[in-house]
């Protein structure tokens, strides 16, 4: 397997792991407030994860079904609970794994073909380029795009937390 596939699975996994550590923190509630009104919720942020990791590395490169609505991602509120979060976050993870562990260095140069929905894409951005309702990039490009994704989102969920907790815990390991 290639040491490119194993450095961002475990990156991505310790992402996954700080999300957990974060959801367990939080009530049920603050599992789903937004601190701002035009902000994401921490349940908005993981069901987006969830959607971005399974649309490119499980339909994408894993060739399964595509099954995504993004704009729903962003309007769910309260519709699962923590524990369902981090049990859907792991699911894909499993799946994008197993898909993943099969690759090769070769294979990283392939280019595979990411679908989404037009419809759903049209009500996100407002304006859409005409062409088909999908793109093409190598698997590389892929898997750094969807890790910096995680980390980034990641890093959103670690600092919400920060907001709605009272204690001096480091979730991260690290002082920041």
Not at 78 to 93: C, D, Q
Not at 138 to 155: K, N, S, W
Not at 157 to 165: D, H, S
């Amino acid at each position: 397997m290639s040491s490119f596939i194993k450095e961002v699975l475990k990156q991505m996994n310790t992402q996954l792991n700080r999300i957990e550590i974060c959801l367990k923190k939080l009530s049920e509630e603050d599992v789903w407030k937004k601190v701002k009104s035009n902000t994401n919720s921490i349940g908005n942020l993981c069901v987006h994860l969830a959607g971005n990791e399974y649309q490119h590395f499980v339909s994408g490169i894993g060739e399964k079904p595509f099954i995504r609505e993004r704009s729903l991602e962003f309007s769910d509120t309260h519709s699962l609970k923590r524990e369902e979060l981090i049990n859907r976050l792991r699911f894909v993870r499993q799946e994008s794994t197993a898909i993943l562990l099969r690759l090769n260095d070769q294979d990283l140069k392939n280019e595979v073909k990411v679908y989404y929905d037009e419809e759903d894409w049209k009500r996100m951005r407002k304006v859409l380029e005409a062409g088909e309702p999908f793109y093409i990039r190598p698997i590389q490009t892929h898997l750094f795009l969807v890790a910096e994704h995680y980390g980034y989102h990641t890093g959103q969920i670690v600092y919400i937390t920060k907001l709605l907790q009272e204690d001096e815990d480091h979730i991260t390991e690290t002082r920041h």
